[in-house]
């Protein structure tokens, strides 16, 4: 796994929801990823906003599943050791990213991975100075 953030980065956001989000997210790369693979997670900050990604190195996903990822369905997946995959746990970081005024999308790489990206915003600096 492979870290790059700004360690002053911080959202504005409810910790928890936030962090299992992340951790959601982290999992679903690790499910769908190859052993020896790498998983990249990145945090900066631009302008008034967090911008948080995780990438995987797994084969992507497949369009129909891709069209309707932060929808409930009831159809589950496997992921790559065969893990059984439901789909909640997107669904809930969708709405815990969604409750704390961020947005949360992801860039298919068909073939070549996929990277979920989180915009959370930035506390106003000038509240604490």
Request: aromatic content about 8%.
């Amino acid at each position: 796994m492979i870290q790059n953030y700004d360690h002053n980065c911080h959202a504005y956001a409810d910790r928890n929801q936030i962090e299992v989000a992340i951790s959601n997210l982290i999992g679903n790369a690790l499910k769908f990823s190859p052993p020896d693979s790498e998983i990249k997670i990145k945090a900066n900050t631009a302008d008034d906003l967090i911008l948080i990604s995780i990438s995987d190195q797994g084969k992507g996903m497949p369009h129909e599943v891709s069209d309707d990822l932060f929808k409930v369905r009831v159809n589950s997946m496997k992921g790559t050791s065969g893990e059984k995959v439901s789909g909640l746990g997107l669904i809930l970081s969708y709405d815990f990213v969604l409750a704390n005024e961020g947005k949360i999308w992801f860039n298919n790489n068909s073939g070549k991975g996929v990277t979920f990206s989180i915009e959370l915003p930035s506390p106003n600096p000038k509240q604490y100075s």
